[in-house]
Every structure is written in structure tokens, then in C-alpha cells.
């Protein structure tokens, strides 16, 4: 899906984790951590892998495989590749991912409900921990173990919870002002789903999902293999 991010550019990785020294981690490179991660933890009982191994249950060339990897002192070993166990933990830690980050989300629709009640959140080191809601018949109810809290307690339940990243799902005509609310509660990342272009501070990451967006994409892709012909 199509993301955008702002503020900071790149993170640094941890010496503690890495076998050579700790680099600078471009963004672009950031964003394939996770898929390298999730293919790491699909090898069930697998000591060691390879880098062709890992790049085609990634869905990268070997050679970005080891360029990225090369960014967190990971070079595996010749003849042997990398051990999983460790590279995850690696990555993990990159990632951020030691430590459970509290997520709250703004805007319980249908998608809403549906964020609330994704079980991959908590395996992947999220806890969802407020939900909160400016329709008065969705208020008070409760959505996967947690009661759903009035708008304008928004900040109330950021600040008593320690979130610290924010989830927007709400109609785009609202989802500047609950970004604002939110900034100003103390989150430093923001997920929307709100089809527009948000504005957040330098200091606040910004990531967007437009799933109306990338069906577009693929609409204009089939049309264009549709006037050529071309199926390949």
C-alpha cells in the first residue's frame, strides 16, 4: 500500500545487536526491514538462511538483501548465511520493536473495529490501548476489551495510557483536526487512513494508507496491459 513519511529521514542501528559498526539506515532501507523480518519468522524451526532464501521469501534481490542488511553490521557468514534467531533480533531492535508501543485509535467505524480487533498488532509488538470515537451510538460501547471513549477525551486518554502512536480512521473531512489533537496530546506517530494529506511537525512521523489510491494504480496498470495486449 502507498505510504508517505515525514520528519525524520533515517535511524541509527544499534551497536549492541550488529556484528560490525552501527550505520546510518536509509529510509528506503527501513521500509523493507519489516518484510525481511516477516519472512525471518516464517522460517519455523530454521537455524540458518541463506541470502537467496531470505530474498525471495522477502521479495528482493539477493544483492538489496545485503546491501540492507549491510546498514545493521549484519553480513552473515560465508558458506553458513544468517542465523535467523539473531538477524530478528537485529532487525527487532532497529525497528524499535523490543519495547511494546501503545497505540490509540481515533475513529471506530467499520475499519476501526476491524484495527481494534487485529490480533497481528500485539504479535508484532503493539498494544492497542484506547479507542475513541465522536459518535454518540458508537460511546460507551466496547470493541475488543476496550470501552470507547467520547472525542473530546482524546487527549485525557493519549496522556493516561502512554501512547505514543495514533491511529486515524476517520472521514477525511475530520482527520486534520483529530491529527492535530493527537500532536498535541504528546503522540510522535501517526498512522492515517484518512483519504487527504495531513500537516504534522517535524518531530511527529507521519504515515499514510490510501487503499482507494493504490486501486487506482492498479485500475490504470490494467487498462494500460488491456490497450496493449500485453499479459506478461
Known amino acids: 500500500m502507498d505510504t508517505q513519511r515525514t520528519a525524520r529521514g533515517s ?45 525471495h521469501a522477502a521479495g528482493v534481490t539477493p544483492a538489496q538483501l545485503r546491501k540492507d542488511l549491510s546498514f545493521l553490521g549484519s553480513y552473515g557468514r560465508r558458506g553458513v548465511g544468517y542465523d535467523v534467531e539473531h538477524l530478528s533480533e537485529q532487525i527487532g531492535v532497529v525497528l524499535g520493536l523490543t519495547t511494546q508501543r501503545r497505540v490509540v485509535i481515533v475513529g471506530i467505524g467499520n475499519l476501526g473495529h476491524a484495527l481494534a480487533s487485529y490480533s497481528v498488532f500485539a504479535e508484532r509488538g503493539f498494544a492497542v490501548v484506547g479507542l475513541v470515537d465522536a459518535d454518540p451510538a458508537v460511546v460507551g460501547t466496547t470493541v475488543a476489551g476496550l ?30 483536526e483529530v491529527c492535530d489533537a493527537l500532536v498535541e496530546a504528546g503522540v510522535v506517530g501517526i498512522l492515517t487512513f484518512a483519504p487527504r494529506a495531513l500537516r504534522v511537525p517535524a518531530r511527529v512521523d507521519l ?3 490510501d487503499v482507494a489510491s493504490e486501486l487506482q494504480i492498479l485500475a490504470f496498470h490494467d487498462r494500460r496491459r488491456t490497450s496493449t495486449g500485453d499479459w506478461a
Do not use: K
Open 11 to 55: 535511524v541509527r542501528a544499534a551497536r549492541a545487536v550488529g556484528q560490525g559498526p552501527a550505520r546510518e539506515v536509509p529510509p528506503s532501507t527501513v521500509a523493507r526491514l519489516p518484510g525481511y523480518l516477516r519472512a525471518l519468522q516464517g522460517l519455523e524451526g530454521v537455524v540458518t538462511t541463506s541470502s537467496d532464501e531470505l530474498a
Open 147 to 176: 470501552v470507547v471513549r467520547p472525542w473530546q477525551d482524546v487527549g485525557e486518554v493519549v496522556r493516561t495510557t502512554d501512547a505514543t502512536i495514533g491511529i486515524i480512521a476517520t472521514p477525511a473531512s475530520s482527520a486534520q
Open 207 to 209: 504515515r499514510a494508507v
